[in-house]
């Protein structure tokens, strides 16, 4: 379990400890708070890679998700991440600082061998108040940098892993 | 074919003297054919490093021009561009070039140039780089996989360290 210093919250990295109860808070969480369907819920929860659990009550408070895809115009294998985090505490760096933890996560993996499917990490952000107020074209300590909006106009953000090759892309 | 040179790349001098303003014109009108000479001292302007051969002879320029790019959610940036005569078109003086180009763009907009530019976006044109160069952070100037324009071609940007977007609707 790591601790988030001197904020009120845990991460619990789910890949490595595997919590069915915490699963069930999660899925609760999504259902009541993000309006997830049964099948989003299902396919989601098997992607989940963090969840971050409100120290004082148990619950989940943030959760993240990472699936292998080569995104829009990049033509590179990349994990795509998502995030999820309750609105009492978005305000609050939760969010960038569980995104962080599951970038270094997957680049110690990639690191060290034990899976080098996905060349970096690559987020869309909806969230237009995080696009208004986090504009920085590189975010400075995810170093997650701009490149691009999708179709739908949200901008596009990646970090390549140390030592990351395209020879297993190519155009889209 | 010609056998592939090497070249040693140098940063234009602002202003340039007559006999580097006259060389690249000549390499120009070498490997474009006829040039207006108003459009030539235009492109001048822009031209930020050039290469020599092992006469002093110029082989090759880069420069760097702002423009909205479509691919990068149309942002200001500074879109680079080259020209190696052929002997010299290979992915180690290309790559030269670019760097040599970023180092330079990068030293001019702390300086307070370039504003509303985010950084430098650089096509790759010379077909062989992207089999000799797949790593998508290119050590030697940073610049990151962005992914492909509107012709096909790869791209490859950097962010100035303080830049910000202006995204509308957004920012």
């Given at each position: 379990?790591?601790?988030?210093?001197?904020?009120?919250?845990?991460?619990?990295?789910?890949?490595?400890?595997?919590?069915?109860?915490?699963?069930?808070?999660?899925?609760?969480?999504?259902?009541?708070?993000?309006?997830?369907?049964?099948?989003?819920?299902?396919?989601?929860?098997?992607e989940?890679?963090?969840?971050?659990?409100?120290?004082g009550?148990?619950?989940?408070?943030g959760?993240?998700?990472?699936?292998?895809?080569?995104p829009?115009?990049?033509?590179?294998?990349?994990?795509?991440y998502?995030?999820?985090?309750?609105?009492?505490?978005r305000?609050?760096?939760?969010?960038?600082?569980?995104?962080?933890?599951?970038?270094?996560?997957?680049?110690d993996?990639?690191?060290?061998?034990t899976?080098?499917?996905g060349?970096?990490?690559?987020m869309?952000?909806?969230?237009?108040?995080?696009?208004?107020?986090r504009?920085e074209?590189?975010?400075?300590?995810?170093?997650?940098?701009?490149?691009g909006?999708?179709?739908?106009?949200?901008?596009?953000?990646?970090?390549?892993?140390?030592?990351?090759?395209?020879?297993?892309g190519?155009?889209? | 074919?010609?056998?592939?040179?090497?070249?040693?790349?140098?940063?234009?001098?602002?202003?340039?003297?007559?006999?580097?303003?006259?060389?690249?014109?000549?390499?120009?009108?070498?490997?474009?054919?006829?040039?207006?000479?108003?459009?030539?001292?235009?492109?001048?302007?822009?031209?930020?490093?050039f290469?020599?051969d092992?006469?002093?002879?110029?082989?090759?320029?880069?420069s760097?021009?702002?423009?909205?790019?479509?691919?990068?959610?149309?942002?200001?940036?500074?879109?680079?561009?080259?020209?190696?005569?052929?002997?010299?078109?290979?992915?180690?003086?290309?790559?030269?070039?670019?760097?040599?180009?970023?180092?330079?763009?990068?030293?001019?907009?702390?300086?307070?140039?370039?504003?509303?530019?985010?950084?430098?976006?650089?096509?790759?044109?010379?077909?062989?780089?992207?089999?000799?160069?797949?790593?998508?952070?290119?050590?030697?100037?940073?610049?990151?996989?962005?992914?492909?324009?509107?012709?096909?071609?790869?791209?490859?940007?950097?962010?100035?360290?303080?830049?910000?977007?202006?995204?509308?609707?957004?920012?």
């Amino acid at each position: 379990m790591s601790e988030a210093g001197e904020l009120h919250w845990d991460f619990v990295n789910l890949r490595e400890s595997p919590q069915a109860g915490l699963m069930e808070g999660i899925e609760r969480m999504w259902r009541e708070q993000a309006g997830l369907s049964p099948q989003q819920i299902e396919q989601r929860a098997a992607e989940v890679l963090l969840a971050a659990v409100d120290r004082g009550s148990g619950e989940p408070i943030g959760v993240s998700t990472v699936y292998l895809h080569r995104p829009g115009n990049l033509g590179v294998p990349l994990w795509t991440y998502r995030t999820f985090v309750t609105a009492a505490f978005r305000k609050k760096s939760v969010g960038m600082e569980m995104m962080i933890q599951a970038a270094e996560w997957l680049e110690d993996r990639y690191a060290d061998g034990t899976d080098r499917r996905g060349q970096g990490v690559y987020m869309e952000i909806e969230n237009p108040v995080i696009n208004r107020h986090r504009n920085e074209a590189i975010w400075p300590r995810s170093r997650m940098a701009f490149v691009g909006l999708n179709r739908h106009g949200h901008v596009c953000r990646v970090r390549y892993f140390s030592g990351a090759s395209l020879e297993s892309g190519g155009p889209p | 074919m010609n056998e592939p040179r090497k070249m040693r790349v140098e940063t234009l001098p602002q202003p340039p003297d007559d006999a580097i303003r006259d060389a690249i014109y000549a390499f120009w009108l070498r490997q474009l054919g006829d040039m207006d000479r108003g459009a030539a001292a235009q492109r001048l302007g822009r031209v930020l490093a050039f290469g020599l051969d092992d006469n002093d002879a110029v082989v090759a320029t880069c420069s760097a021009v702002p423009a909205r790019v479509a691919a990068m959610g149309h942002q200001m940036m500074l879109v680079y561009r080259s020209l190696l005569a052929g002997a010299f078109n290979t992915p180690d003086n290309w790559m030269a070039m670019v760097t040599r180009a970023w180092e330079l763009v990068e030293a001019q907009q702390a300086a307070g140039e370039h504003a509303g530019c985010i950084g430098l976006l650089v096509p790759v044109t010379e077909a062989a780089v992207p089999a000799a160069r797949p790593e998508a952070v290119w050590a030697e100037n940073g610049l990151i996989h962005a992914g492909y324009g509107q012709r096909g071609f790869p791209l490859r940007v950097r962010h100035f360290a303080d830049a910000r977007l202006h995204i509308e609707g957004v920012t």
